[in-house]
């Protein structure tokens, strides 16, 4: 049944209901009316058959740690106006809910209660639901999904299985992140300024055998699809993804090293990006903590470097690249020979050198790198310039030169240009056999092993025979246990599933002898890198979606969430999709066409904390002020991408504003089929130019700006309400319509009662966006000055009749005007619309 069909046949059944009293805005009463008939017209769930364009919006779905916070209220606000228009512009629109149910708060949680993780997440889950429900979020709940039921896990173990068949998951022993808290590993993303990025514990590095996904086989389609993004995306979540894969072109070179203290002589290859600076090359560095550095360190220098790892095993990968800390290292008692001149370098192990960058070992030119010239100058070795860029002579100077210059001391090489000296130093490295031209990536394989309970069974039997067997896909979900629960989940280095011995020894699925499941579960990130896929096609049974049905509809079209995901979540929903893609499970290569990331919610200039003691309650403000205020304050404090501190707006105005509009409603006398065309034409201008303003600037995100525009045309609709013919005027009842249409996307119970004022049919946000009349859009315009503590900063043409608060919300968009604050807070804002903003800093 489409729309129309089910409005007609719920209006005819439903008894009058009783309205607040004349002239009372009560967002109570609309609270308590409106969530029935949303979900009893069904409004929110898309038709999905063919009659209408679609459009995809997907907000980053929640994890259940408790009730909703305000930080939620920003980001589900913003999400829900791009929804809401693009329905009312007559598209059918996916907007789905679901949460990111595994983790592990939920296992601390239980640890802590005596109790299952699932009492703990499904009850906080029924918790949001109903506070997303009252916060008006026009989600299609029969969506609905968690990560953690079975009936999705299983379809995370079939794609697990997916990628092991093409070799897309594998384990091997290495260094891992180990947090000694928590007792789990932890991707490199997940490390943040050496710390645990969940609880804060300065990460370790342990010697484990774990499973990774081969994200590195896709990095330079990660890096190439971005082209698709530029223009869609934040361009510095483009740059911190770019910056994460770190592809770097440079060359191999392979250093021979002597035999020397009972070990036998070995080439040692090395990733350099300035293969035109070999000449400076003066000794030779292996991570301390690479098995390299083991294999090659003379037996008399052997307890030197086993004391020395020992020493460094706790610091974290920022640190140890930190060009602040003091540089330490031991002489390994080797030389490793320079393949472009011959000459021995002393090789040694520093902490400096990571292990999992390139093949664990640099060639050291100290006068072109800090890093190496502050090891040799605490080591005493020699330093050697080999690029004259006019600067100093870094030897003497301590400051490395890494700039362009011309080639000197260095041979064959000796006059050229950086260029001109990579060029041919990568060509005699290929002659010789001592080398070639290869690209590098920083980027390495996802270690999504994880030694916990709560999340995603490893889909793997370990047998003595066979080796690793996967699941067959008949069995699958491979489901937790149920008897594991409270204390019985303290980590203890090892998953707690392995002390579930009745669910861990199974028979092997090949050959039928005694085996063992995998005990580790998968890291989160894994759920949530195709969940947006699941949402097509919720309760299908035969895949993980029904691949017509997300060809149907995905791409997503908007995208929206925090920017602190710009690493971990979007680049292995990317990884995924590419993956998808190759197995011909879907018909794209990139998952999100666009994004919009919003920014924090602060209270006096500071991240809301219990420990600082300027948290809000959600809950409170919600029922001091209404939905439609918290909505509407949240959205209209300032553009998406920047911060909102809820010190400095003010919820009790965006109150009193609502409820002026709401009261418009009470004055309009005319009919709903009134020729409107007959009305007052200057507030038909106004009308119109609102209506094409707020379609173009919703565009653009610039939701706070149309927020200004409706304040506008409130203001005017009613001086012509007070001044005019009053409310028979059709021009009014056209503003006033208009007024509850674009509200709607804002605050949708005070424009829902506002339509029904005015004698419309629930529901509002189907009613359509209103057509615009180009005729009534010709409009004199003026040049707004805009100045930053008295400094003119940006010009801004504007209608000659521009209202202050629409005027001062375009100021405060302007580029030219963020740079000129260059982050500091605003003290006051001085409007003289139509020709001046002043904004004072603080």
């Not at 009252?134 to 173990?157: M, V």
């Not at 472009?340 to 090789?347: F, S, T």
């Not at 390139?358 to 310039?385: E, K, S, W």
Request: aromatic content about 10%; some cysteine.
């Amino acid at each position: 049944m489409n729309y129309e069909h089910r409005v007609e046949a719920f209006v005819s059944a439903q008894p009058d209901t009783e309205q607040p009293a004349e002239g009372t805005y009560s967002f109570a009463a609309m609270e308590a009316r409106w969530p029935a008939i949303w979900d009893e017209l069904k409004v929110f769930e898309p038709l999905d058959d063919g009659s209408r364009e679609r459009r995809y919006v997907l907000d980053m779905f929640p994890y259940p740690s408790g009730d909703l916070h305000m930080g939620h209220a920003e980001a589900f606000a913003m999400g829900d106006v791009v929804a809401r228009y693009l329905r009312q512009c007559g598209y059918d629109v996916l907007h789905p809910i679901g949460w990111d149910s595994f983790g592990l708060p939920a296992e601390n949680a239980a640890i802590k209660r005596d109790a299952h993780p699932a009492e703990w997440t499904y009850t906080n889950i029924d918790t949001q639901a109903a506070s997303f429900r009252r916060y008006a979020i026009s989600a299609d709940w029969s969506r609905r999904l968690h990560t953690s039921d079975p009936e999705y896990y299983r379809w995370t173990q079939w794609l697990f299985l997916r990628f092991y068949e093409k070799g897309l998951a594998y384990r091997r022993n290495s260094a891992v992140n180990w947090c000694p808290r928590d007792q789990t590993v932890l991707a490199n993303e997940q490390v943040v300024n050496g710390a645990c990025e969940r609880c804060g514990t300065q990460v370790t590095k342990k010697n484990l055998n774990q499973w990774y996904f081969r994200i590195t086989e896709y990095a330079d389609r990660l890096l190439e699809d971005m082209d698709q993004l530029h223009g869609h995306w934040p361009e510095r979540v483009l740059a911190m993804q770019r910056n994460w894969i770190g592809r770097s072109e440079g060359a191999h070179v392979k250093f021979d090293v002597e035999a020397s203290g009972g070990r036998g002589a070995r080439s040692v290859d090395v990733f350099t990006t300035r293969p035109d600076t070999l000449y400076g090359a003066t000794f030779f560095v292996v991570a301390a903590d690479a098995d390299l550095a083991v294999d090659i360190v003379a037996d008399e220098h052997h307890d030197d470097l086993m004391a020395y790892r020992e020493q460094i095993k706790s610091l974290s990968e920022i640190e140890r690249q930190s060009t602040e800390r003091e540089k330490t290292g031991v002489f390994l008692g080797r030389y490793a020979v320079n393949p472009i001149n011959g000459e021995k370098l002393p090789v040694w192990a520093a902490d400096y050198v990571l292990a999992e960058y390139g093949t664990g070992a640099i060639m050291a030119v100290p006068a072109h790198d800090q890093r190496d010239l502050d090891f040799a100058r605490a080591f005493n070795l020699p330093v050697r310039a080999v690029l004259d860029t006019g600067e100093p002579d870094p030897a003497e100077s301590g400051v490395a030169t890494a700039g362009e210059g011309t080639v000197i001391n260095s041979g064959f090489l000796e006059g050229l240009s950086k260029t001109e000296a990579i060029a041919a130093a990568s060509s005699r490295l290929e002659e010789t056999g001592a080398g070639e031209t290869t690209v590098n990536f920083r980027l390495r394989d996802w270690l999504l092993s994880r030694q916990r309970f709560w999340g995603t069974p490893i889909p793997i039997i370990h047998c003595g025979t066979c080796g690793e067997v996967p699941v067959p896909d008949n069995e699958l979900p491979v489901r937790l246990p149920e008897g594991l629960r409270g204390e019985a989940l303290s980590p203890k280095g090892t998953s707690p599933l392995a002390a579930a011995e009745d669910w861990v020894n199974v028979p092997c699925p090949k050959c039928g002898a005694p085996a063992t499941r995998d005990t580790d579960t998968m890291d989160t990130f894994v759920d949530s890198s195709w969940y947006f896929l699941r949402f097509a096609s919720p309760e299908f049974t035969k895949g993980p979606f029904d691949i017509d049905a997300v060809n149907r509809w995905l791409p997503v079209g908007q995208y929206v969430g925090g920017v602190e995901h710009a690493i971990l979540h979007l680049l292995y929903s990317r990884f995924f999709t590419k993956v998808l893609q190759d197995l011909g499970m879907v018909d794209f290569n990139e998952p999100f066409r666009a994004l919009l990331n919003q920014g924090q919610v602060l209270n006096g200039g500071r991240a809301m904390s219990k420990s600082l003691g300027n948290g809000v309650d959600l809950t409170e403000q919600l029922d001091k002020y209404g939905v439609d205020a918290v909505r509407l304050t949240m959205v209209f404090a300032s553009p998406p991408e920047d911060d909102v501190d809820w010190a400095d707006v003010s919820p009790s105005a965006s109150a009193k504003f609502l409820a002026r509009a709401w009261r418009l409603g009470q004055d309009v006398t005319s009919s709903t089929d009134v020729d409107r065309s007959t009305g007052d034409q200057a507030l038909r201008a106004i009308t119109h130019r609102t209506v094409a303003d707020a379609a173009e600037l919703l565009s653009n995100n610039k939701f706070n700006v149309v927020i200004a525009k409706v304040m506008e045309l409130v203001n005017a609709t009613r001086k012509a309400i007070d001044s005019g013919p009053g409310g028979a005027d059709p021009a009014v009842r056209e503003a006033v319509e208009t007024v509850a249409i674009i509200l709607s996307l804002f605050a949708p119970y005070t424009a829902e009662d506002l339509w029904a004022q005015l004698g419309r049919e629930a529901s509002v946000a189907a009613a359509g966006w209103p057509e615009v009349e180009e005729e009534l859009l010709v409009e004199e315009t003026i040049t707004a000055i805009v100045q930053v503590q008295g400094k003119v900063r940006d010009r801004l043409q504007v209608p000659a009749n521009i209202g202050e608060e629409e005027l001062r919300a375009l100021a405060l968009d302007s580029e030219a005007v963020s740079r000129s604050l260059d982050g500091r807070g605003i003290r006051t804002v001085i409007v003289r619309a139509p020709k001046l903003v002043n904004i004072v800093p603080s």
